[in-house]
């Protein structure tokens, strides 16, 4: 029988990686953790409303496996939260980052560590097709925002959707 886990050549190795533990619990990153949340827009890319986010299926074998979420993961030493959610989002979702406008970041203190979420918009013109790009995806693809809260979320991300979805359709370029 094939192991659940992907074979560890496949998967990108940072010298962040590894947990940090916080009160009651652990966290994914030494040094944090990022992750993009990347918005479409009807009408304008620039000013209409959000109409699809990208999300990540997240692989079984992982921390709160067979969740949805952002593409993101563990921040390297010295990598900025906006770098390091670019990084991931690349190697995890095959989002180029040339296709990504940030627009602002959102961030989840817990003291010795922190979760900063990316918000960003499509560059206009840009052609942006998520896909699974690495093992730690079952799926990547665009999820209409209405949609989004039906699904099996990481908690963390269930818990801050309402106030990143106020967010994004708050800021305009």
Do not use: I, N
């Not at 959000?50 to 949805?68: E, I, Y």
């Not at 896909?131 to 925002?145: F, G, Q």
Request: net charge negative.
């Amino acid at each position: 029988m094939p192991s659940p886990f992907p074979p560890r050549e496949t998967l990108h190795r940072h010298p962040g990686d590894g947990w940090v533990t916080c009160g009651d619990h652990r966290h994914w990153g030494l040094h944090g953790a990022a992750g993009l949340l990347l918005a479409r827009r009807a009408s304008s890319p620039t000013t209409g409303p959000v109409t699809d986010v990208v999300l990540q299926h997240r692989a079984v074998w992982s921390d709160q496996g067979g969740t949805w979420g952002v593409p993101g993961g563990a921040l390297a030493p010295g990598e900025t939260p906006v770098d390091g959610a670019l990084r991931e989002s690349l190697e995890e979702a095959a989002v180029e980052p040339r296709a990504v406008h940030v627009l602002g970041t959102h961030v989840l203190d817990h003291g010795p560590w922190a979760y900063t979420t990316v918000l960003a918009d499509v560059v206009p013109g840009a052609d942006v097709s998520p896909a699974a790009a690495d093992p730690e995806s079952l799926e990547v693809r665009w999820v209409p925002v209405d949609e989004v809260a039906g699904l099996p979320l990481l908690p963390a991300f269930a818990t801050a959707w309402p106030l990143l979805r106020a967010r994004l359709d708050d800021v305009r370029r």
